[in-house]
């Protein structure tokens, strides 16, 4: 069926570099685009969203990129903390509907 | 936001028991959804919880092996049946607020 992916499952950066973590979905009805971080024993928390009418959107040291030619989701995390060390996973819908495809996930390690 | 919770929060059960994990959210919501997180990997959903009417249920999932109640608005369960240690994993229940989709703890289960 149609899928959703990450380029890498692993990603380490240092304290204070920029992150980006990348995407990629399969399903063209998909419409609606989400950025959940998971911290260990935690439930997926919500970081930003990006509808198919937008390209870009920014939150508070984040920005979503969309680019719809190529079916590519980005997550860029500005001054990467200690605290952003987590699984990022990308989520997907289509067709205005709320049940979610989720990608394979990336951890993110922040080093000193 | 909403504020989910889950009972239990971690349960080790035998093969061939059920287990009924509880979703309680401090609002009313119109969608709510289950999921479930295999070890190391990504969300699958499960079954949209409809209220006043049966689940609907994704591709690979029964009712007879996941049962769903929805009695009301802030309120669903899910029961894992006949359990297998193939069914060790995070089961979440997440909700459509007004502006995301929230996730609850998730209830970690282990089948042995």
């Known amino acids: 069926g149609e899928s959703v992916g990450l380029h890498l499952p692993t990603l380490s950066v240092q304290e204070g570099d920029n992150s980006i973590i990348n995407c990629a979905y399969s399903n063209s009805a998909s419409d609606y685009f989400i950025w959940y971080k998971q911290e260990s024993g935690k439930g997926p928390q919500f970081i930003i969203d990006?509808?198919?009418?937008?390209d870009k959107r920014q939150g508070q040291r984040v920005t979503v990129l969309l680019n719809k030619t190529v079916k590519h989701l980005s997550l860029q995390i500005a001054a990467t903390q200690p605290g952003d060390s987590a699984v990022y996973f990308c989520?997907?819908?289509?067709?205005?509907?709320?049940?979610?495809?989720f990608g394979k996930g990336t951890s993110l390690l922040v080093t000193p | 936001s909403a504020v989910i919770s889950q009972k239990p929060s971690r349960d080790i059960c035998q093969r061939g028991t059920s287990l009924t994990i509880q979703c309680q959210v401090d609002s009313q919501v119109t969608m709510m959804f289950w999921y479930r997180q295999q070890p190391g990997q990504s969300l699958t959903l499960i079954a949209t919880a409809n209220q006043g009417s049966e689940a609907t249920y994704e591709s690979g999932f029964v009712i007879d092996k996941f049962p769903i109640s929805r009695p009301n608005l802030t309120f669903s369960t899910l029961t894992v049946s006949n359990m297998s240690p193939e069914d060790s994993s995070i089961y979440l229940c997440s909700v459509v607020g007004l502006y995301e989709q929230y996730f609850g703890p998730g209830t970690r289960l282990t089948v042995t």
């Open positions: 990006i509808r198919s009418n937008m």
């Open positions: 989520a997907e819908s289509a067709n205005s509907g709320y049940a979610l495809n």
